[in-house]
């Protein structure tokens, strides 16, 4: 077949080809507690994890889906925690009980974004896409869905022409072309949101590579507004240094190579451009090979913002996201 053909008809079947729903966000409140749930869902099984605002780390929960009354159990049994409750796909919500910390309370979870799988596939050349769709109930979530879909769509594109242009180039060597592209959400709140962007690809070679993408975002004027690093800090508190300090101690910790035999010092303003944020923590990523060998993966560090109070700007991006 004629490679602007495979082209054509590539493109005119953009994303998303054949999707399927895997999972769902929701969150809510109980005792005045902030909580987050990330759903998984494989068949009749769940797995899923439990973000309180009161506790450091999320807490994983597995259990089940009963798709005859809509039922869901879900449950950890060293945290002492179920989840029961019934799915009410109308008003996208979870209403039921949830077991915590020897207490029951009334428990009632909003659903804010369901989880979309999409691939196309075509011989050797492989797009998947996995990415949050927020329900619409403003229009900054409307412009958030919009701007997903563009940017997936531009990516699985150009990478699909550039593995179809290598197959026409060299098919008796060509080794095949793979992308997984996953969007997950890391924070949503009061008009904000941190997306992390994970962009594995494989073109054919030894191995294949991954790459982080972030969009921090806050509405602003009908648009949506990048958040900057310089955002969150004292202009004049030399945050950048403090922060390559705090990276290069828990790199040491995490065993990464360069930074164990002096190759890496510090960590330049160009890396620390790749973050996203919770209430706990501001979170950096660093690809393969920046703080050590492909081998050794890559690298995720987190800093409570507890350690970066003192050169914290006080103004309304900390004040909606970091917990008082």
Same mark, same amino acid.
């Given at each position: 077949?004629?490679?602007?053909?495979?082209?054509?008809?590539?493109?005119?079947?953009?994303?998303?080809?054949?999707? @399927?729903?895997?999972?769902?966000?929701?969150?809510?409140?109980?005792?005045?507690?902030?909580?987050?749930?990330?759903?998984?869902?494989?068949?009749? /099984?769940?797995?899923?994890?439990?973000?309180?605002?009161?506790? *450091?780390?999320?807490?994983?929960?597995?259990?089940?889906?009963?798709?005859? &009354?809509?039922? *869901?159990?879900?449950?950890?049994?060293?945290?002492?925690?179920?989840?029961?409750?019934?799915?009410?796909?109308?008003?996208?919500?979870? *209403?039921?009980?949830?077991?915590?910390?020897?207490?029951?309370?009334?428990?009632?979870l909003q659903e804010f974004?369901?989880?979309?799988?999409?691939?196309?596939?075509?011989?050797?050349?492989?797009?998947?896409?996995?990415?949050?769709?927020?329900?619409?109930?403003?229009?900054?979530?409307?412009?958030?869905?919009?701007?997903?879909?563009?940017?997936?769509?531009?990516?699985?594109?150009?990478?699909?022409?550039?593995?179809?242009?290598?197959?026409?180039?060299?098919? @008796?060597?060509?080794?095949?072309?793979?992308?997984?592209?996953?969007?997950?959400?890391?924070?949503?709140?009061?008009?904000?949101?941190?997306?992390?962007?994970?962009?594995?690809?494989?073109?054919?070679?030894?191995?294949?590579?991954?790459?982080?993408?972030?969009?921090?975002?806050?509405?602003?004027?009908?648009?949506?507004?990048?958040?900057?690093?310089?955002?969150?800090?004292?202009?004049? /508190?030399?945050?950048?240094?403090?922060?390559?300090? =705090?990276?290069?101690?828990? =790199?040491?910790?995490?065993?990464?190579?360069? *930074?164990? &035999?002096?190759?890496?010092?510090?960590?330049?303003?160009?890396?620390?451009?790749?973050?996203?944020?919770?209430?706990?923590? =501001?979170?950096?990523?660093?690809?393969?090979?920046?703080?050590?060998?492909?081998? @050794?993966?890559?690298?995720?560090?987190?800093?409570?913002?507890?350690?970066?109070?003192?050169?914290l700007q006080t103004n309304?991006?900390?004040?909606?996201?970091?917990?008082?």
């Amino acid at each position: 077949m004629n490679f602007k053909l495979l082209l054509f008809l590539f493109l005119a079947v953009s994303l998303p080809l054949k999707s @399927e729903m895997i999972g769902s966000y929701f969150s809510g409140k109980i005792n005045d507690k902030e909580i987050w749930l990330k759903l998984d869902i494989e068949g009749d /099984s769940l797995s899923a994890e439990l973000s309180i605002s009161d506790k *450091v780390a999320a807490i994983p929960l597995i259990g089940t889906f009963d798709s005859i &009354d809509n039922s *869901v159990f879900l449950q950890n049994l060293k945290s002492q925690i179920i989840l029961t409750g019934k799915y009410f796909d109308r008003k996208h919500e979870i *209403v039921g009980k949830m077991q915590l910390d020897s207490a029951e309370y009334e428990l009632h979870l909003q659903e804010f974004a369901s989880v979309l799988h999409s691939q196309n596939n075509m011989n050797r050349l492989k797009t998947t896409v996995e990415f949050p769709v927020f329900v619409e109930r403003i229009d900054f979530l409307a412009k958030l869905n919009e701007f997903q879909q563009k940017d997936l769509v531009q990516k699985t594109n150009e990478f699909f022409a550039e593995g179809l242009q290598q197959w026409q180039d060299s098919s @008796e060597f060509f080794n095949g072309y793979e992308m997984f592209l996953q969007n997950e959400i890391e924070f949503l709140a009061d008009g904000l949101v941190s997306l992390l962007q994970t962009d594995y690809e494989f073109t054919g070679g030894a191995h294949g590579n991954t790459a982080f993408h972030v969009f921090n975002f806050s509405p602003e004027n009908d648009t949506l507004e990048t958040i900057n690093l310089s955002d969150f800090f004292i202009p004049e /508190s030399d945050y950048l240094p403090q922060i390559s300090n =705090l990276c290069i101690s828990n =790199l040491k910790q995490q065993n990464a190579s360069y *930074v164990i &035999d002096g190759s890496v010092e510090s960590v330049s303003e160009e890396y620390l451009k790749i973050f996203t944020f919770n209430r706990n923590y =501001l979170i950096f990523y660093f690809e393969q090979y920046i703080m050590g060998c492909y081998a @050794e993966g890559t690298f995720r560090i987190a800093i409570p913002w507890q350690e970066l109070k003192s050169i914290l700007q006080t103004n309304e991006l900390t004040d909606k996201i970091i917990k008082k």
